[in-house]
C-alpha cells in the first residue's frame, strides 16, 4: 500500500535520504528505507529541486551517487 508520494519519491537533495556507505570512504548511499520502497515500486524515483544539469549522470548499481567535482556542477567522468 502506498501512503504517500514522498515515501517512494523522497526530495533527492534530503540529508535524512542517505546515508554513509558501509565502506567508510565518505560515500553517500540511499538509506535502507528508501531503498526498500523503490524496490517494491520496481523503480527508483525523486522529486527534486535540482536543475538537470546539477543531476548525477550515471546509474550506480549500489545505490550511490558520485559527486560533482568542479564548480560548475559537471562531473566529465559521470556523464
Known amino acids: 500500500a502506498y501512503n504517500h508520494v514522498s515515501d517512494y519519491a523522497p526530495f ?3 540529508d535524512a535520504h542517505w546515508q554513509s ?7 553517500k548511499v540511499l538509506a535502507d528505507s528508501v531503498r526498500e520502497n523503490h ?3 520496481g523503480r527508483r ?4 529541486h535540482l536543475r538537470w544539469d546539477m543531476l548525477p549522470k550515471r546509474r550506480e548499481v549500489d545505490g550511490s551517487t558520485p559527486q ?5 556542477g559537471n562531473d566529465d567522468a559521470n556523464t
Open 68 to 72: 560533482n567535482d568542479d564548480k560548475e
Open 12 to 14: 533527492f537533495e534530503i
Open 45 to 48: 524515483v525523486f522529486n527534486t
Open 39 to 41: 524496490d517494491r515500486l
Open 21 to 27: 556507505s558501509p565502506s567508510n570512504d565518505s560515500t
